[in-house]
């Protein structure tokens, strides 16, 4: 065994384990043999530990002998607690004391000594274990009232004691919480970029929208260089958070005059294939990374991202080297096509042959990082599906966006998945069409009723999995239904309700729902010895799949027709009454519970119940 271990409970497990192997060395005559009596050796231990050995309860392993074959046992640590004897019937694992665990209830984890401010409102009435017999991290519900209030309620005893609670009625805890203040109190300075012509229109006032508000909200924006306002809509949320979002103009992620194509780089925009692109210089931003089409006399046409043409870092900003692709990054080209034979046979049938022209007579290697085009001829509609991503992402699994839901195509637009939404689609306030949205986007949309012309706002994909309509027209807005209660279902259950004792507690059928979370009192009439057992429970959890049922029945609670006393007279007569606190009719005869046993034979020991009633061991 080690001399110097860092953490003693590494010496617990050597030893237990060496225990275990010595098991049948017991001086109680197990197994047919007999060891000698005397003290176990325990010099080769630490100074510490030989301090704490427990001199009466290790007396029992006796006096190790060498065997033939074996040497003799080395020390025991008093590390081993006393329910290692149980434990060694268990295969060897590593462990520590359940009460240093905080898994049983010791002087030193007990409620009252962990918060002593909490056993004030503890209900000794209605809680079956006192304020010293409860485990202070316990996550069971308990009852608790009030001294000066006297009100009466139930919660966690480890949230009680995390938080170190009060009285939720005396704390004034069951108030609502205070919103944040409106941009008129806080004096926000977002109010210089508030559009109040068009907020008004809709009916917001910087007077009741917060400043952590989720509504779409009217903005306008001074700093356009060529003196056109920039007007945008966006939560008052995401421009008060840590992120704190601005101007969408002014960022590039929307067309102005001020940041166009057209505007900033004219000699780009005049190699722009107005034929084949829906889009002109003028409506997308020089910095976008969409895909659109070129041409020029040198080149013909080809398909590139307009960032790609317009970063100084690519060097092709210009037409005159956009006319000589062999030369771009300063390197020069092979002539030729790619050769993509590396590549898998999927990602072969998906590379797009026209636009990868450009890329010159190099090898595609399956790990290279360059982004090339692909096509996908999957699409329900007959699209063409082309986009433009890195080949080790496509080697990695990446598939096109469009079948995934991710970029907007016929076949998955709004309008395709869900006509019936596009009755709803407010085009006035709306900036794309049903035909230009994701029906399984998470962004909030304008909506409007064509019978009632209710306006409002709502994710288009809660829309489309749901089938919503007006809000309005269909009373969607009233409370949900609540679960039936006990007296309107005719619950099986009503034959064990506790009709005296709830009445007691202001409980009827009539007000608790099967779902109820509240503890009510039940009254089971299977006992064996004619005994009525009256247990607490809440109707959730009966109720539900596991519907659990009468725990004296199930031999969790100690009743005359469970405990040890009436079932295993024999094993009670060995019962040590002088070191137990309770008595063999107070515990169950399954019981998981240590507890001390004597008799003349063997002296006192530690083991659990639930050993001593095992059929095999100790027949009834």
């Known amino acids: ?117 909490q056993t004030r409102y503890w209900n000794h009435d209605k809680n079956p274990k006192t304020p010293e017999q409860t485990l202070a991290g316990s996550c069971l519900k308990a009852e608790w009232k009030c001294p000066t209030c006297s009100y009466e309620w139930q919660a966690q005893v480890e949230q009680r004691v995390k938080y170190d609670s009060g009285c939720p009625r005396c704390s004034g805890k069951s108030r609502k919480r205070t919103k944040q203040p409106t941009f008129e109190e806080a004096k926000h300075q977002l109010l210089l970029e508030w559009d109040y012509e068009r907020n008004a229109a809709d009916g917001i006032h910087p007077h009741g929208i917060t400043l952590g508000s989720q509504k779409l909200v009217h903005w306008v924006c001074h700093k356009c260089p060529k003196g056109k306002p920039h007007l945008f809509r966006m939560t008052p949320n995401d421009r008060t958070n840590r992120q704190s979002a601005g101007c969408p103009y002014c960022a590039g992620k929307q067309t102005c005059t001020c940041n166009s194509l057209q505007t900033h780089y004219p000699k780009v925009s005049s190699e722009w294939d107005f034929a084949r692109n829906d889009l002109t210089p003028a409506q ?21 991202q307009v960032h790609d043409r317009t970063n100084p ?24 096509l790619p050769d993509n034979s590396e590549l898998s046979p999927q990602l072969q049938q998906e590379w797009h042959p026209d636009n990868n ?64 939404q596009t009755q709803y689609w407010n085009h006035d306030k709306n900036p794309k069409t049903p035909e230009q949205t994701l029906a399984g986007t998470h962004l909030r949309a304008e909506w409007r009723c064509p019978i009632c012309s209710h306006e409002w706002q709502a994710q288009v994909a809660k829309r489309v999995q749901y089938d919503s309509g007006c809000p309005r027209c269909s009373s969607k807005l009233g409370r949900r239904t609540k679960q039936p209660t006990f007296e309107a279902a005719q619950h099986p259950l009503l034959l064990e309700w506790d009709y005296e004792r709830n009445a007691a507690d202001g409980i009827h059928p009539h007000g608790i729902t099967l779902g109820s979370k509240k503890l009510v009192h039940w009254v089971c009439h299977k006992c064996p010895e004619g005994q009525l057992h009256l247990y607490q429970m809440t109707p959730n959890d009966r109720t539900n799949r596991q519907r659990a049922g009468c725990p004296y029945c199930a031999g969790k609670q100690v009743c005359t027709c469970n405990s040890l006393q009436s079932r295993y007279p024999m094993v009670s007569s060995e019962w040590d009454f002088v070191k137990n606190d309770l008595s063999p009719a107070q515990v169950t005869s399954r019981s998981n519970q240590l507890v001390w046993w004597q008799n003349s034979v063997r002296g006192s020991w530690v083991q659990r119940i639930f050993r001593r009633t095992e059929s095999r061991l100790n027949p009834k």
């Open 357 to 420: 022209v450009v890329l010159g007579g190099i090898k595609i290697k399956p790990y290279s990082n360059l982004k090339v085009m692909w096509s996908c001829p999957n699409c329900p509609a007959g699209c063409p599906h082309n986009w433009k991503t890195t080949v080790s992402s496509r080697a990695r699994g990446s598939n096109c966006p469009y079948c995934a839901g991710r970029a907007v195509c016929h076949h998955n637009s709004l309008a395709i998945k869900a006509p019936n």
């Open 1 to 117: 065994m080690h001399n110097s271990v860092g953490r003693r409970c590494n010496i617990v497990a050597a030893v237990l384990k060496l225990y275990c192997n010595a098991k049948a060395a017991r001086p109680c005559k197990q197994q047919g043999k007999s060891t000698q009596l005397s003290l176990p050796d325990i010099s080769e231990l630490s100074p510490e530990l030989q301090q704490e050995w427990h001199p009466d309860n290790n007396a029992l392993l006796g006096g190790i002998k060498r065997q033939k074959g074996h040497v003799v046992l080395p020390q025991l640590s008093s590390r081993l607690p006393s329910y290692l004897e149980d434990k060694c019937e268990q295969p060897y694992k590593r462990h520590q004391m359940p009460n240093c665990q905080g898994q049983s209830v010791c002087q030193h984890s007990s409620l009252a000594t962990k918060a002593p401010r």
């Open 313 to 336: 870092l690519l060097g092709v900003c210009c037409g005159a080297t956009a006319a000589q692709p062999q030369k771009q990054q300063g390197k020069s080209l092979k002539p030729g």
């Open 284 to 304: 997308v931003t020089s910095r976008t990374h969409q895909v659109v089409w070129w041409v020029n006399p040198v080149r013909g046409s080809w398909a590139q």
